[in-house]
Nanobody, 118 residues
Framework: QVQLIESGGGLVQAGDSLRLSCAAS????????LGWFRQAPGKEREFVAE????????NYSRSEKGRFTISRANAGNTVYLQMNILKPEDTADYYC???????????WGQGTQVTVSS
């Protein structure tokens, strides 16, 4: 099992920045990747970004690339999502997820809410 705890959400204004954190614990050696997803009210959950644990390579959804940056702490098992130039449409619950070696997004955090006011 892998446990994921997100933090860093909140209420910000359009144009502001916010950094989300995801602390992973448990069987982290079984992780292939950690990623961020989000779900806006009335919409389906969507992929935002991922970081491959072994080589720290990253992938982003097309719409967030350039504004959002996913990174991993030098020590420990924490992943960050730096979000810049936030827009009201970025308002959503943001979830951290861990992909196991079968490439399944198997473990999920409880989510952290981000609200961007115009």
């Amino acid at each position: 099992q892998v446990q994921l705890i997100e933090s860093g959400g909140g209420l910000v204004q359009a144009g502001d920045s916010l950094r989300l954190s995801c602390a992973a614990s448990g069987r982290t050696f079984s992780m292939y990747a950690l990623g961020w997803f989000r779900q806006a009210p009335g919409k389906e959950r969507e992929f935002v970004a991922e970081i491959i644990w072994s080589d720290v390579s990253t992938n982003y959804s097309r719409s967030e690339k350039g504004r959002f940056t996913i990174s991993r702490a030098n020590a420990g098992n924490t992943v960050y999502l730096q979000m810049n130039i936030l827009k009201p449409e970025d308002t959503a619950d943001y979830y951290c997820a861990a992909q196991d070696l079968t490439m399944q997004w198997k473990y999920w955090g409880q989510g952290t809410q981000v609200t961007v006011s115009s």
